[in-house]
């Protein structure tokens, strides 16, 4: 009992659930939003690998990490490209582009990290994202420890959250990515573009996949390692859906996964298999890929391509 | 002169000239690869009036009114409106010119509110009705607000709050409309509006027409039903083949001559029936009930019976649990309670397969989805259903010459063209499709066919042939259970009539006894037994 109360009394667990939250909600929100017009996302994994290269690229060469952190997200951004240009202009199946560009990825930052850095991998003196200590807030006992001093992305990724909930039900622009992601011929009938709107969405969820990618590498390691995304794109997606396509919803989904993570690294050496609580994220994964808990509906249209009439 | 200079000089010339001709379309023409769709087509449209678009299915309406709302470039001709002469690159130019649309299948999007649909597209276009609309930011109340301060002005009132998807179609073609005049249209035009309706809600549509009309907003309604382009228009443009034969004030013309202008010869409005001497009961429905599935309880205790050498016809607004029923009759579907009998079997709760041995026929509603698989060849479609008989296939070999042989048979039998067997299904025409489907069911010589929307899309020439096939089967003393929206073909072919509302049979009735009128009652729910009797 005293064992338990100790794991859940600390404010550490929570604080690296938070941390460990993040890339999974960024890439749940930028699939929200991929999502919501339409667009079927499942290659947020492979776009948060490159998005980690890249940055730690960009931050190595220039010696800085925010134009690293800068370059990730511009290249998630392009990689979507890549999903969107065959998703929406050739109409190919979305699920199975997207699995080609996973597997792409993965080899792609493999091979770069080999031919560009070598055997000893990315430079050591590559520079890492600040941490910000939040003035008044870390002060407060519990809370702050939870919640006062994290990386730059942990406060981007709450910006991000908050944003992309507000764009999506409060703006003009997500009441037509919404329409466009349920029913696009209604929209195209409004006058309203299919095509960029499409696009839009696709490029905003690559670019928020490529900053949680950066997030792994600049943020937590400030170095490369090859698939060291480790499958967190896919949590992403299962995020996504126990979240029912919503930022708000994708961030609780997030945490969850987080928290689990979490555990599992503040159990370790304690006598309880470590290997065993590992396990809760990714069984989480598949209770909502199997829309175990509450059928959630998807946007009407999500993954349907769209042949605009001529 | 400068050309803007000349055509403002044209423009207001013709606004001396009266309101005349609001809509003008001179010589459209549209080819797709290698159909021509549209080929020299005029239409005069005058300010507050009705003009009916008469045509059958495939005569070029949907391709005409696509190219006016700009979905489609035409290849040449030209719109006008107001005299000027319009280039619509896309629907955005299109309802910025005026132009407003009601779609056959509604272009609203369920999930969301009467506000959200109306407004959609719109909310960043700023001027005196919606002074302080933001470029940015959607604000749902004022959306609401400004929608409902519209439908009433109109005198369509309707919940802006409401979504979509928990409207019925009489109430979601309503917002169609009040979205179509939120954009200002000066020309509205309804593509079949009454397909989906009850006939009272028709009725309904057509007061909201006439009111229109009063306020000056012209209407274009298109229709491929005579007694209601003579009911609402004043004046009908019949089109046949891609072209626009004939315009003529209603007033002038016949049912008969619209029949002739529309298909190009002479119809026999009616099917002639023979007699055939009605058996013993073969189908037995009780208390049957079944579910959709979304697990809301569809068929709530339907009883009926179908007795040899006859058609029984099931008639109901679309979505009033026949299509559970039928499938529940078929096997598709797990029946909640009650029984269904074959010839004195209970079927019930046996598999499709069990059950087409035992001698039911189907023919569903959507032919491309459920009755034919369109890659495989003509040939491979008829052998589907009994593939594992002879002369398909022996001890579980294909029997290909044999097969062969026979499918070339059936294609003759029943005149399918073009008779070619290794044709893929998906290159015939709709008719042609469904008369495979039919070869194929009726070949069985089954005990009971059960025929879902069997001629929906088709054009005169081809349900004229379905409906011929049905009654050869009927005079053969098979019975059949015809399920069908389109009252006229209920009333030509059943001998008794059922009438589904909210999952119940509220009425079966004789042919003999029934009117348009009382089967839309019954088909609303508004029917009492003391109207039956007199």
Not at chain 1, 268 to 293: E, F
Not at chain 2, 40 to 64: F, M, Q
Not at chain 2, 214 to 227: A, C, E, R, T, W
Request: aromatic share 6%; net charge neutral; hydrophobic share 45%.
């Amino acid at each position: 009992m005293n064992f338990w109360m100790q794991i859940f009394a600390n404010p550490e667990l929570y604080a690296a659930t938070l941390a460990m939250a993040t890339p999974i909600a960024l890439a749940a929100v930028g699939g929200t939003f991929s999502e919501r017009t339409g667009v079927v996302n499942i290659a947020m994994e492979g776009i948060m690998l490159v998005g980690a290269f890249f940055g730690v690229m960009v931050a190595a060469a220039t010696h800085s990490a925010w134009l690293g952190m800068f370059g990730g997200v511009i290249a998630g951004g392009l990689m979507a490209l890549a999903l969107a240009w065959p998703a929406i202009r050739l109409q190919s199946d979305q699920v199975i582009v997207g699995m080609a560009l996973n597997v792409f990825a993965g080899g792609l930052t493999a091979f770069l990290l080999n031919t560009v850095y070598g055997y000893n991998g990315t430079p050591t003196s590559t520079p890492s994202l600040p941490i910000v200590t939040l003035p008044w807030i870390s002060h407060i006992p519990f809370i702050g420890q939870v919640i006062g001093q994290h990386d730059v992305v942990v406060y981007l990724m709450f910006l991000f959250v908050i944003l992309g909930h507000f764009t999506l039900f409060h703006t003009n622009l997500g009441l037509r990515m919404r329409a466009v992601g349920e029913h696009p011929e209604a929209a195209e009938t409004v006058g309203i573009s299919v095509v960029k709107i499409r696009y839009l969405g696709v490029t905003i969820g690559g670019m928020l996949s490529g900053l949680a990618g950066v997030y792994l590498s600049l943020g937590m390691l400030s170095s490369f390692e090859v698939n060291m995304t480790n499958g967190r794109g896919f949590i992403a997606l299962a995020a996504m859906i126990f979240g029912k396509w919503t930022p708000f919803g994708a961030f609780g989904a997030a945490l969850l996964f987080g928290f689990a993570t979490a555990l599992s690294i503040a159990l370790q050496g304690s006598g309880v298999s470590a290997n065993l609580v590992g396990i809760l994220p990714y069984a989480l994964t598949i209770v909502a890929l199997t829309g175990l808990i509450g059928r959630s509906r998807p946007p009407a249209a999500d993954g349907l391509p769209y042949v605009a009439t001529k | 002169m400068t050309p803007t200079g000349r055509d403002h000089l044209i423009f207001r010339a013709r606004e001396e000239m009266s309101c005349l001709a609001l809509l003008e379309i001179r010589g459209l023409c549209k080819s797709f690869a290698h159909v021509v769709a549209n080929a020299d087509v005029y239409l005069d449209v005058e300010a507050g009036t009705t003009h009916a678009i008469l045509g059958e299915n495939g005569a070029g309406k949907s391709t005409l009114i696509k190219m006016i709302s700009g979905l489609y470039r035409p290849d040449s001709g030209e719109i006008a409106l107001d005299g000027a002469v319009q280039h619509f690159a896309s629907p955005r130019d299109a309802i910025l010119a005026g132009i407003g649309v009601v779609h056959q299948h509604f272009m609203l999007i369920p999930a969301m509110t009467v506000a959200e649909n109306i407004v959609l597209g719109t909310e960043r276009q700023r001027d005196a009705a919606t002074p302080r609309q933001s470029r940015l930011l959607f604000n749902r109340k004022r959306a609401a607000v400004s929608v409902q301060e519209l439908s009433e002005s109109l005198g369509l009132p309707i919940d802006p709050w409401a979504k979509v998807e928990t409207l019925s179609v009489g109430m979601q073609q309503r917002v169609e409309i009040v979205k179509a005049l939120y954009r200002r249209a000066r020309v509205l035009i309804l593509d079949e509006p009454t397909a989906v309706l009850t006939p009272q809600e028709t009725e309904e549509l057509f007061a909201v027409i006439r009111k229109l009309n009063q306020d000056g907003i012209p209407v274009i309604f298109i229709s491929h039903k005579l007694d209601e382009v003579r009911a609402v228009a004043s004046t009908v443009t019949v089109m046949r083949a891609g072209k626009t034969v004939r315009t003529a004030p209603v007033a002038d013309a016949t049912a008969a001559q619209l029949a002739n202008w529309m298909v190009g010869r002479d119809v026999i409005l009616q099917s002639r029936k023979e007699e055939v001497a009605v058996g013993d009961s073969v189908l037995e429905v009780k208390n049957l009930r079944a579910s959709d599935d979304r697990k809301t309880e569809k068929v709530r205790g339907v009883s009926f019976s179908v007795r040899r050498g006859e058609i029984f016809g099931v008639a109901g607004i679309d979505g009033n649990g026949q299509t559970e029923l039928v499938e529940a009759i078929v096997g598709l579907r797990k029946v909640n309670g009650g029984s269904v009998h074959l010839l004195d079997r209970d079927i019930g709760h046996m598999s499709v397969g069990e059950r087409i041995a035992r001698g039911i026929a189907y023919v569903p509603q959507d032919r491309q989805q459920d009755g034919l698989i369109l890659s495989f060849s003509i040939a491979e479609n008829l052998q589907l259903r009994e593939v594992s008989k002879a002369p398909f296939s022996r001890r579980g070999w294909l029997t290909r010459a044999a097969a062969r042989k026979r499918a070339q048979q059936l294609v003759e039998e029943f005149d399918v063209r073009p008779p070619v067997i290794d044709a893929s299904a998906g290159s015939l025409s709709g008719g042609n499709q469904q008369k495979v489907i039919l070869a194929r069911e009726m070949s069985r010589n089954p005990e009971l066919l059960v025929a879902v929307q069997p001629t929906r899309g088709l054009d005169v020439g081809a349900i004229e042939g379905i409906h011929r096939y049905l009654l050869q089967l009927r005079a053969e003393g098979r019975s059949i259970l015809l399920v069908s929206l389109e009252l006229d073909e209920i009333l030509s072919l059943a001998d008794r009539i059922g009438v589904m509302h909210a999952g119940e049979m509220v009425v079966v009735m004789d042919n003999q006894n029934v009117t348009r009128e009382s089967l839309g009652l019954a088909m609303t729910g508004k029917w009492s037994e003391k109207e039956a009797i007199s």
